[in-house]
């Protein structure tokens, strides 16, 4: 589940800003990272104007998918070092969900690769991070333009139920080819005495959604009103 625009980049603008050095990095990454979901935007609309059709469109973006996604992880790093003032436990649980659906599933279980909910989630990701990363970008060199704040906060509307609908139809379909492989699992008897079922675990995972989702989603409605509803100069924060 994504939550992270309260997460990150309001604190961004609340707090006294990373030292000159540490905001330079976080700068650097965060374009990096936002040209890299523009790579994955670009990929999709080609594969798909080149195809006609949305069908399977997850193969033409699969590596800067898992790389991206990927490098989000230096974000839980960033918390814990202190250059960003945010949960490390928070920003850890929202990193690794993502990263956990990018390699859990979605790689592990080849036969999901070509549901059309994987194309959900991917599409609900992309536009969401080309717009947080962005956000953080401006934020730090604090020239943020009203268009992309009011994206950052509108377009989680659409963009939370659509990533979590995809998400979780993903897992829903992983699931007969987990028990039928007994994929990650560990049986027992073995040396030392543990076992552990992967598709229990998924079932578990998504019921984490039922309570998890709807809190945060109004969570983010609150969020909203709280940075629209005001007028504020974030030119002048320092």
């Not at 790093?77 to 250059?83: K, R, S, T």
Request: glycine share 6%; charged share 15%.
């Amino acid at each position: 589940i994504e939550t992270k625009p309260e997460a990150h980049g309001h604190n961004y603008l609340k707090r006294k800003g990373p030292g000159a050095l540490a905001t330079a990095y976080l700068v650097i990454y965060n374009v990096v990272m936002t040209a890299g979901w523009l790579v994955i935007a670009v990929g999709l609309a080609r594969a798909y104007l080149a195809r006609g059709s949305y069908h399977g469109l997850y193969y033409s973006i699969e590596k800067p998918l898992k790389f991206f996604q990927t490098g989000a992880i230096l974000e839980i790093l960033h918390c814990a070092v202190g250059i960003v003032p945010s949960s490390v436990v928070l920003t850890g649980f929202q990193v690794m969900s993502r990263v956990f659906l990018t390699w859990a599933v979605t790689h592990s279980v080849r036969e999901v690769q070509s549901e059309d909910s994987v194309l959900l989630f991917v599409t609900a990701w992309t536009v969401t991070e080309i717009i947080r990363y962005s956000f953080y970008t401006f934020s730090l060199l604090n020239h943020l333009p009203y268009l992309i704040k009011w994206a950052r906060y509108t377009f989680f509307f659409v963009l939370y139920p659509m990533g979590v609908t995809g998400e979780l139809l993903t897992i829903y379909a992983a699931l007969p080819f987990v028990q039928k492989t007994g994929l990650y699992s560990v049986t027992l008897p073995n040396k030392y005495n543990f076992s552990f079922d992967y598709y229990t675990f998924l079932i578990l995972v998504m019921f984490s959604y039922i309570p998890l989702f709807p809190q945060l989603y109004f969570h983010m409605i609150r969020q909203r009103k709280k940075v629209l509803g005001q007028v504020e100069d974030y030119s002048k924060v320092e």
